[in-house]
């Protein structure tokens, strides 16, 4: 079983960042993890994800040139660094971890979630 806890949501203005973590506990991270987010009344969508075993990385195309993603393998850590954010990225961010090493970006497809974080981007 993999616990995921993320970390460093909160409040910022536009054109702000902010650094979200999610630490996993248990036995490993899983094969691929990603951020999704979620934001009121709209479904969970992929921000960005990649495979533990290869340097791949992906993101969704609103978040490209603004977000970059990373992982810190001895702390088993990773990170969603989050620059010139807009109020339209204001949101529920959730870590996840699919047991497949593949890229999704379906949320159905992730088998293990964290609780999120929220982040609030003011204009």
């Known amino acids: 079983q993999v616990q995921l806890v993320e970390s460093g949501g909160g409040l910022v203005q536009a054109g702000g960042s902010l650094r979200l973590s999610c630490a996993a506990s248990?036995?490993?991270?899983?094969?691929?993890t990603g951020w999704f987010r979620q934001a009121p009344g709209k479904e969970r969508e992929f921000v960005a994800g990649f495979s533990w075993a290869a340097v791949s990385t992906y993101y969704a195309d609103f978040v490209k040139g603004r977000f970059t993603i990373s992982r810190d393998n001895a702390k088993i850590t990773m990170y969603l660094q989050m620059n010139s954010l807009k109020p339209e990225d204001t949101a529920v961010y959730y870590c996840?971890?699919?047991?497949?090493?593949?890229?999704?970006?379906?949320?159905?497809?992730?088998?293990?979630w964290g609780q999120g974080t929220q982040v609030t981007v003011s204009s």
């Open positions: 248990g036995r490993t991270f899983g094969s691929y």
């Open positions: 996840a971890a699919r047991r497949s090493g593949t890229h999704s970006y379906k949320p159905e497809e992730y088998n293990y």
